[in-house]
């Protein structure tokens, strides 16, 4: 991958803005999540990061989990494909 690919999907992920509410497919965990709550974790030396609190189901499942997600992670694999989103704020 060349650096012109990395900064094409730099600027890819950075067009996403995520909202609580928001539907995501992981295609290669096999998981559907719902977008719950933004968390803003303060940190004194590195930047401040963002995670999001997602309720996770399985494919054809009604069994959930609750898990923490890093923010710039998520965008990054929405822009590469390996997860599907689907927001609230499209039509």
């Not at 963002?50 to 069994?63: A, M």
């Amino acid at each position: 991958m060349s650096e012109n690919d990395l900064e094409l999907l730099r600027a890819k992920a950075e067009n996403v803005t995520l909202n609580v509410g928001d539907i995501i497919i992981d295609h290669i965990a096999e998981m559907r999540g719902i977008l719950l709550k933004r968390i803003r974790h303060i940190d004194m030396i590195e930047d401040d990061i963002f995670l999001w609190d997602v309720k996770l189901f399985k494919n054809n499942n009604s069994d959930y989990t609750e898990t923490i997600m890093e923010e710039e992670g998520l965008k990054f694999s929405i822009a590469i494909g390996t997860v599907e989103w689907h927001s609230v704020e499209q039509s």
